[in-house]
């Protein structure tokens, strides 16, 4: 049986996890209702509603970046996102019902996001940028540790979860 203390720390991941599909999701959607648009002109007025120079540096970035946007890129964006936010939702779910593929799906995923987050800091640190890859890192540790030690106390399994924990030794 999970360790009370366990479970919700395992929640709460899973709930950071649903919540990053989400944001995703939203991203995926944003890049679908840019299609058959012309993105320079949307990010020219974002930046206005916004009160922002076009002349600054990164604002000019934002604007080549819109420029250089096509339905085919979109289109590619949006399946990526989809795809991400659909592996975020699995694993939120399997890791609020405490299922050990869940834990292996977090581990995972989690560590091959690691270097991508490390090339990311390396270009600038950032307190989101920061806050990730320290959120990430502690989620990669903390789903080895349940991984290594089967995360169960006790010496049955629950009894709305009959799958085998893998090292458990059950």
């Known amino acids: 049986m999970f360790h009370p203390a366990r479970r919700d720390l ?15 999701l939203l991203i995926g959607l944003s890049a679908l209702l840019l299609v058959h648009k012309d993105a320079w002109v949307i990010a020219e007025s974002l930046l206005a509603l916004l009160h922002i120079n076009t ?9 080549d970046f819109a ?13 990526l996102a989809f795809t991400y936010s659909a592996l975020r939702f699995a694993e939120a779910y399997g890791l609020w019902k405490q299922r050990t593929w869940a834990e292996w799906v977090a581990f995972v ?4 996001f690691l270097p991508l987050e490390i090339r990311g800091l390396m270009r600038g640190i950032t307190v989101l940028r920061s806050a990730v890859f320290l959120g990430n890192l502690i989620i990669v540790f ?11 106390l006790g010496s049955g399994c629950s009894a709305g979860n009959t799958e085998t924990r893998v090292g458990s030794g059950k």
Not at 10 to 24: P, Q
């Open 109 to 112: 995923s989690g560590t091959l």
């Open 67 to 79: 420029d250089r946007l096509t339905d085919s890129r979109l289109w590619m964006a949006a399946q």
């Open 142 to 152: 903390y789903m080895l540790y349940l991984l290594r030690t089967g995360g169960r």
């Open 10 to 24: 395992l929640r709460v991941v899973a709930t950071f996890e649903f919540a990053k599909g989400i944001l995703v």
């Open 55 to 63: 002349d600054r540096h990164w604002a000019q970035l934002f604007l």
